[in-house]
């Protein structure tokens, strides 16, 4: 295998760090990113995209405020059942 060398900032570098299992390099985490990578269905797609134009409309039914730092608990305790899962 011909090894490679990239280039990433510091803070993909903990990003990717944190993506890790114990015994995972970082050629693991960038394939399994990349082989997890979904994209929407076209209903998913048009789903969302009339979400985003009832808001910008100021229809705002269903719609919950929460604060950043709920948002990054959140996306944190997803992370986590995520690598899991893995």
């Known amino acids: 295998m011909l090894n490679k060398t990239i ?3 510091d803070e993909v570098h903990k990003l990717l760090s ?3 299992t114990k015994n ?3 050629n693991d985490v960038i394939k399994r990113l990349i082989e997890n990578n979904e994209e ?3 209903a998913q797609a048009e789903f ?3 979400e985003i134009e009832r808001v910008e409309k100021g ?4 719609v919950t405020k929460i604060t950043l730092f709920e948002l990054e ?3 944190a305790r997803l992370e986590q059942e995520i690598n899991h899962d893995l």
């Open 24 to 26: 995972d390099t970082y």
């Open 48 to 50: 969302y995209n009339q």
């Open 40 to 42: 929407f269905t076209d």
């Open 59 to 62: 229809i705002h039914e269903n």
């Open 7 to 9: 280039r990433v900032s």
């Open 18 to 20: 944190a993506l890790a």
């Open 73 to 75: 608990s959140r996306v």
